[in-house]
């Protein structure tokens, strides 16, 4: 493994954070292209990729605290802080993501769902490039050596495939990003049966990430339907 890439006098290059600064560059790109396809301002995605890079990661960091390493924060109430010595979820994530998501969309006088079927491809294609930093860094692994980031990346890649040639022949809003939603939903529950890193939830046999996809499928099912037959 790989956790460190470089080291240029006292700054730290470290694989996890290169991995992420690459996804994420290439979803503004990917953004970008389709916010001109489709006559939207990329100023826009600008914008939006900003807020939603603070927003996700402070989410994906509180909700692994929360759930994960709650002792390490009431101990150091500034261990949120220290990324490095800690783990990102990506429920928390999606989760942030969306309530950033509807908060800019608001403050712009934009739809919500144009803005989150503009940038589906972009997550999803920035959730497998970051796989790639997981593997590097050693983290999320599997159980008897299984290389769940890869089986993720390539997952999430064949998923960046599905939602880019889909993208053109779902008409309605929130078609394409409620796919998203639905389809990694699925992927997370696969993946998750052969990491080693899960937290079970005491009394009902599931994992914290199986009951969270379950019920994010179910309810962005529940949406698409609706959205559909409206």
């Known amino acids: 493994m790989y956790p460190i890439i470089a080291k240029i006098g006292h700054f ?114 920035g959730q497998a490039i970051g796989r790639i930093g997981c593997f590097l860094n050693g983290c999320c692994g599997g159980v008897n050596g299984h290389p769940t980031q890869i089986y993720e990346l390539i997952l999430d890649f064949s998923g960046f495939l599905l939602l880019w040639n889909l993208r053109k022949k779902i008409k309605f809003e929130g078609g394409l990003f409620l796919l998203y939603l639905m389809m990694y939903s699925v992927i997370r529950i696969i993946v998750s049966q052969f990491r080693g890193d899960n937290l079970y939830l005491w009394g009902i046999g599931l994992t914290l990430a199986d009951l969270t996809s379950v019920l994010m499928f179910i309810v962005a099912m529940a949406l698409f339907l609706k959205k559909k037959y409206d």
């Open 12 to 125: 730290t290059v470290y694989s996890y954070g290169m991995m992420v600064a690459i996804a994420f560059l290439f979803g503004i790109f990917i953004a970008k292209y389709e916010a001109v396809r489709k006559k939207i301002n990329p100023d826009l995605v600008y914008d939006l990729g900003f807020y939603l890079l603070i927003g996700s990661i402070i989410g994906a960091r509180a909700y692994y605290i929360f759930f994960f390493d709650l002792k390490s924060f009431l101990e150091n109430p500034l261990f949120m802080f220290k990324i490095w010595q800690g783990g990102l979820s990506i429920h928390g994530g999606i989760f942030a993501g969306i309530i950033t998501g509807l908060v800019f969309s608001r403050i712009r006088k934009i739809s919500f769902w144009v803005l989150a079927d503009l940038i589906s491809p972009s997550i999803i294609l």
